[in-house]
Structure formats: C-alpha cells, structure tokens
C-alpha cells in the first residue's frame, strides 16, 4: 500500500468517497449524519482495537457523511502512537478529519506538532456537508490541559468566517470545551472565540479533552463532550461507557444529537 495516496484521499476526501458517502443524498441540502470521537489515547498497537470496533460500527451507519476526531489520538505525542489509529481511521467508508489534542503535541520540539503532522498533516480544517459548514481550530497550547488559543488561530478563524453567508449553520470543533458549564477545561478566551461567531448562524460546537458526556444549549448553539473512546483511560464522570456521538443535521440548522456506545471485544 502506498501510504501517501491514501492519506491524501483519507485526509482531503476524493471524489469517489465523497460519492460514497453521499451516495443517494447526492442533493447537497439533504439531511446528514456527522459523527465525533475523541479522547483515543494509545499507546501502542494493541490500543487502537476499541477504535476499529467504533470506525466498523460507523460504516454500517445510514447517512453518515463525516468524521470528525477531536484530539488526543496518541499519549505522549509520539508518532508511534499516532499510527494504529491512522490505520483504523483508514477503514472509513466516509471522509474524516482529525484535530491535534494536548496530548498529541511534543512541546519541547522546536516544532510541537511535527509528529503529528507526519501522520495526520492538518492542524485546521474547514468542509462544507449537508448545507453546513465544518470549521476544526487547534486549541492547543503546548500540552496544556487549561489553555488560551492563540492569537494566530484567531486570526485564522476570522478568515474562514469572512466569506461565509452568515445564514449558513456552522459547526465549531476543537479539542479543549467551549461549553459555558462544562464541569471543567473551559478554553479561558472562549467567550471570545464564540464573540467570533456573533454574526453568523452557530448552531454546534464540539469538543472531546474532558472524558464524559456534556450537552447544553446555550443562545441556540448547542454544546457537547463525549466519553473518551480508549481502554487506556476512564472518563472523569466515573461512567464506564465509551464510544463516539453523532449529530444529525437538518439543512435549517436544526441540530439532533447521540451518544453511540461501544462495548470491547
């Protein structure tokens, strides 16, 4: 296998498996399914089966358009860590994304994430599904569990969000929480970051760091973590369920979502 070629189209997304994952909803203001799983954490090969279980229960979803990972795929930032679950990842029948979590960054390197750009390339990302549009910001700062996004990445969104209709729902994902109550790690300028979203059509923000299951909403955006999806670690809510949650997207904005449990082997 030539693993350049298929990063590329698991990473960009090709035509064909765009064509996949639509498949009949080939309208693009159908409905869509989105799931996000985050919190993979592993250490060696072995780690990554609770994985494959999950990517093998969302192929036989209908619907399903787009998986998001939400950081923290490795343990100690280490390219090794970070393979099996490029392996797994592979075996999506839909485009997927990743975001680099705290975990996943070397901070003494004179480049923290080049590991993780090895594997998975992107930091950021933006994709369009289903009449709405998906923007992923790196909120990591160095290996931080309490963090500050950078000024850089700021910037950055602004970008993404000067030639978005402002009608349009958008769905905000990052590793560290913006939601207003989660029970702890609340990014410490997310009051600015959602200030960015003040004259567009936020409808989702999602984020994994704090292992349980959060959802709110808060002025119309709705607001989520989610069990971690790792054998290595339990979730901070002392709940044993792992797994990964989907979000069903109407092309109104109107936004559903589910926690999917998923049991070892």
Known sequence: MTRTITRRAFLAGTAAALAAARGARADGNAPAVIAAVNDIHIKDAGDAALLERAVARLNTLEGLQ??????????????????PAFGALEALKVPCKILPGNHDVNPGAPDPFAEYRQVFSETRWTREVAGWTLIGF???EGAKSDVTVAAEELTWLKEQLAPIDPARPLALFSHHPLNPHTKKYRIKNADGILGLFARHNLRLAAAGHWHGNQVETD?????????????TRDNFDGTPQKGFRLFHLQ???????????????
């Open 138 to 140: 790196n909120s990591c």
């Open 251 to 265: 092309p109104d904005g109107r936004i559903t979502t589910e926690f999917v449990e998923v049991t070892p082997a």
């Open 219 to 231: 002025k119309g955006v709705l607001f989520t973590t989610t069990a971690c999806c790792t054998p």
């Open 66 to 83: 787009f998986v998001a990972v939400l950081g923290d795929v490795a343990t100690a930032g280490k390219r090794e860590e970070m393979t």
